[in-house]
Structures are given as structure tokens and as C-alpha cells.
């Protein structure tokens, strides 16, 4: 079956003191100059350089679950990057996979932003709590119109929609659960494309 809750407001509390925050392109800038190895296990969240999640493999292994039950439905137009990099405002995250807008050549001069995503997809066990509030909360400020944890812990695939964009409080309006006994609906631009059993999504 399937849950829809009301979501509070997700925030996280500034430490105790000065952080200095990178953009976008500073970020770049020292990627380019080698100070930061483009293969290093980091990403850019909300202007800080921070650590990926460890992966193992049932996250490996859902990761390619999700990517062989979401490939079957997309309508033309629309294609799967893995573990690939988007771009906001103040962000570089690089979610598990995301569902966006174009061909193989569409991104090979620019990262994909919140416009061209329909779908997010971040699987999650040790890296639950970041996937619900960091991410959640990075996510809604830029507008991501939809946004699933494949949650491993509780075996079960939530769905965010109804992003409040950059406000003080930046959150998701709506989250709906899906168990393993429901099939959880793929929308893109508005339109249904489909459903996946949740169970086929959780290792």
C-alpha cells in the first residue's frame, strides 16, 4: 500500500561558526587547477564540500534494479544518467540517477540543472537521513519537480513532489510511501508513464 504524508519544514541548524561557501563555479575553478581531483569522492552541497556516502552492494545492486525498471517506460526525449552531476545555485550533487530531458549529446558541454530533470532517484541506507534532509531540502530549492529515496532500511520507495523553490524553509509538500505490496507511479512532466512494483526496486 501506499502512504501520503504532510511534510514539515526540514532544516538544519548553521554551526557555531564561519563557514566559507564555494559557488558553482569556484567549485569548478578548483577542479580545474587540481585541487580537488575530479575523481574524488566528494560533491558540492549548499556551497560545502562534502564526503559521499560509502556504497555497497545492495545500493550498487538497487541502483541498477531502478535503472532496468524506470528504462522501460521513458517516452521518447528522455533518458537515465547515473551517478552523474546536476547543477543548481550553490550546489554539484550527484544523485544516484536522474531522469532528464535530451540525447547523448545534450550534456556534453554543460551538467544538466533542475529545468531539464523530471526525476530524481537517491538510494539509501547509511545515507538515509542526508537523502531526506540535505538532499531534500537542496532538491526543493531548486524546483526538482519530483524526487524518490529507494529506502532500504525500511523497504520502501517515498516519493517527494510539490517543491517549495527558494524559500527560508526549503521543503517538499507532499511524500507518499509505497511498500513492497504497491507499484510506485512514474510521471514526467505531469504525465503518468507508467508504475514499477516497489518490490522490484528494493534488492
Given at each position: 500500500m501506499s502512504v501520503a504524508t504532510q511534510?514539515?519544514?526540514?532544516?538544519?541548524?548553521?554551526?557555531?561558526?564561519?563557514?566559507?561557501?564555494?559557488t558553482v563555479d569556484r567549485y569548478h575553478d578548483m577542479i580545474r587547477a587540481g585541487i580537488i581531483d575530479e575523481d574524488a569522492r566528494v560533491?558540492?552541497?549548499?556551497?560545502?564540500i562534502v564526503p559521499k556516502m560509502g556504497r555497497n552492494p545492495p545500493?550498487?545492486?538497487a541502483i541498477d534494479l531502478a535503472n532496468?525498471?524506470?528504462?522501460p517506460l521513458l517516452p521518447p526525449g528522455w533518458?537515465?544518467?547515473?551517478q552523474e552531476s546536476l547543477v543548481t545555485d550553490d550546489s554539484e550533487p550527484e544523485p544516484d540517477l536522474a531522469i532528464v530531458r535530451g540525447d547523448k549529446r545534450t550534456f556534453l558541454t554543460r551538467h544538466p540543472g533542475p529545468a531539464d530533470v523530471g526525476l530524481l532517484v537517491e538510494v539509501s541506507d547509511t545515507s538515509l537521513q542526508r537523502d531526506r534532509v540535505d538532499k531534500g531540502r537542496l532538491y526543493a530549492r531548486g524546483?526538482?519537480?519530483?524526487?524518490?529515496?529507494?529506502?532500504l532500511?525500511?523497504?520502501?520507495?517515498?516519493?517527494y513532489s510539490d517543491p517549495t523553490g527558494p524559500d527560508p524553509n526549503p521543503r517538499y509538500l507532499n511524500r507518499t510511501d509505497y511498500d513492497v505490496n504497491s507499484a510506485v507511479p512514474l510521471i514526467l512532466d505531469g504525465q503518468p508513464c507508467g508504475s514499477i512494483p516497489a518490490r522490484d526496486l528494493l534488492p
Open positions: 511534510l514539515p519544514g526540514m532544516s538544519l541548524s548553521p554551526p557555531p561558526y564561519p563557514i566559507y561557501r564555494l560533491e558540492l552541497l549548499e556551497g560545502c545500493h550498487d545492486g532496468d525498471g524506470i528504462q533518458r537515465i544518467r547515473i524546483q526538482i519537480v519530483r524526487y524518490w529515496i529507494i529506502n532500511i525500511d523497504r520502501q520507495v517515498e516519493v
